[in-house]
């Protein structure tokens, strides 16, 4: 049993099926939601690597010379 839709299948999709189910806009805002939190998330992760290549600064010896 195939779960997902391929190119070629011209089955109507649930919101076309049942377009005035009140789930159907839920899906599409939850859909639209997780797209929004995964771009948050993406952009944090490069922020904090950002910040860490930062805060390493320039390599080598820290200490004055004596």
């Given at each position: 049993m195939q779960?997902?839709?391929?190119?070629d299948d011209d089955r109507p999709t649930f919101e076309e099926t049942y377009p005035r189910y009140?789930?159907?806009p839920l899906v599409?805002?939850?859909?639209?939601?997780?797209a929004w939190l995964?771009?948050?998330h993406r952009?944090?992760?490069?922020?904090a690597r950002q910040a860490q290549?930062?805060?390493q600064g320039?390599?080598?010896?820290?200490?004055?010379?004596?």
């Open positions: 779960e997902f839709r391929t190119a009140p789930f159907a599409a805002m939850g859909l639209a939601l997780g995964h771009r948050q952009e944090g992760v490069e922020d290549i930062k805060d320039e390599p080598g010896p820290t200490a004055r010379a004596t």
